[in-house]
């Protein structure tokens, strides 16, 4: 192991700050570098990138300052990623919907449904005991959502790319654990129901990447030059997809 990598071991320390009731553990790796970064990972943890001569002080109020930016990436991967603990269906919890967070109220009658209101989800069941019929009502009204919104999406883009006088393309859907989206040589466009969760701009990038695979059907140049003008900033949105798909 060369010296450089001995001093950065060395050096790494793990701190927190307490950011109204939360508690913000994270990581500190001093490294030869000029400016500070802030990482937070798909399990959660935070991690700060520091030039090596870089006080504790400053570095903690970097912290607090971007509090609310990483509470809010590690409520989205509590929501995505696999090693979280398996849902519970019960009132208090958090779930996403495109891209935003809100807490599930479950309430117990014999009418079921599923409503958006406010900042909350709404489950009226007929046991609020029967945690697996409260999830199959709250995927039945995500799948139904999905189709909606994937649909206007879908109606807006396509057109870009049958312009150039390739298979019509058509768009299904459906729960997927491994993958966002894939495109068949037929023109089938099959989307994740999952993704109903992520903010719009990402499920746009997951539509035109395979949307350019009716007309590159690998990932060549070309096809990415073809991404980079349908949508130029395909590479945020990518990398946030990525990251939560551990």
């Not at 971007?66 to 269906?89: E, G, M, N, V």
């Not at 046991?127 to 039945?140: D, F």
């Given at each position: 192991m060369h010296q450089g990598s001995q001093i950065e071991i060395l050096m790494s320390k793990n701190e927190h700050i307490v950011f109204g009731k939360t508690k913000i553990k994270f990581s500190i790796d001093y490294k030869d570098r000029k400016s500070m970064t802030i990482q937070v990972h798909p399990d959660r943890s935070v991690k700060i990138l520091a030039p090596v001569d870089s006080q504790?002080?400053?570095?903690k109020a970097k912290v607090k300052k971007k509090a609310p930016w990483i509470i809010k990436q590690q409520d989205f991967f509590l929501s995505f990623h696999p090693l979280t603990p398996p849902r519970q269906y019960i009132s208090g919890e958090t779930h996403l919907y495109l891209g935003r967070q809100y807490r599930l109220k479950v309430v117990e009658q014999q009418e079921t449904s599923v409503k958006l209101h406010g900042a909350n989800i709404?489950?009226?069941?007929?046991?609020?005991?029967?945690?697996?019929?409260?999830?199959?009502?709250?995927?039945a009204w995500y799948t139904e959502k999905a189709q909606h919104h994937f649909k206007i999406l879908f109606d807006q883009l396509k057109p870009t790319i049958e312009k150039y006088n390739t298979v019509k393309p058509f768009l299904a859907q459906r729960w997927m654990k491994k993958r966002w989206g894939s495109c068949s040589p037929q023109g089938k466009i099959l989307l994740n129901t999952e993704l109903i969760k992520a903010p719009k701009a990402c499920i746009e990038y997951v539509l035109v990447h395979e949307l350019c695979h009716l007309i590159?059907?690998?990932h060549s140049r070309k096809f990415f030059r073809l991404l980079t003008y349908q949508l130029p900033e395909w590479r945020k949105m990518k990398d946030r997809l990525e990251r939560v798909m551990v």
């Amino acid at each position: 192991m060369h010296q450089g990598s001995q001093i950065e071991i060395l050096m790494s320390k793990n701190e927190h700050i307490v950011f109204g009731k939360t508690k913000i553990k994270f990581s500190i790796d001093y490294k030869d570098r000029k400016s500070m970064t802030i990482q937070v990972h798909p399990d959660r943890s935070v991690k700060i990138l520091a030039p090596v001569d870089s006080q504790l002080d400053k570095v903690k109020a970097k912290v607090k300052k971007k509090a609310p930016w990483i509470i809010k990436q590690q409520d989205f991967f509590l929501s995505f990623h696999p090693l979280t603990p398996p849902r519970q269906y019960i009132s208090g919890e958090t779930h996403l919907y495109l891209g935003r967070q809100y807490r599930l109220k479950v309430v117990e009658q014999q009418e079921t449904s599923v409503k958006l209101h406010g900042a909350n989800i709404w489950v009226y069941t007929s046991s609020k005991e029967n945690h697996r019929q409260i999830k199959k009502q709250l995927n039945a009204w995500y799948t139904e959502k999905a189709q909606h919104h994937f649909k206007i999406l879908f109606d807006q883009l396509k057109p870009t790319i049958e312009k150039y006088n390739t298979v019509k393309p058509f768009l299904a859907q459906r729960w997927m654990k491994k993958r966002w989206g894939s495109c068949s040589p037929q023109g089938k466009i099959l989307l994740n129901t999952e993704l109903i969760k992520a903010p719009k701009a990402c499920i746009e990038y997951v539509l035109v990447h395979e949307l350019c695979h009716l007309i590159y059907p690998n990932h060549s140049r070309k096809f990415f030059r073809l991404l980079t003008y349908q949508l130029p900033e395909w590479r945020k949105m990518k990398d946030r997809l990525e990251r939560v798909m551990v």
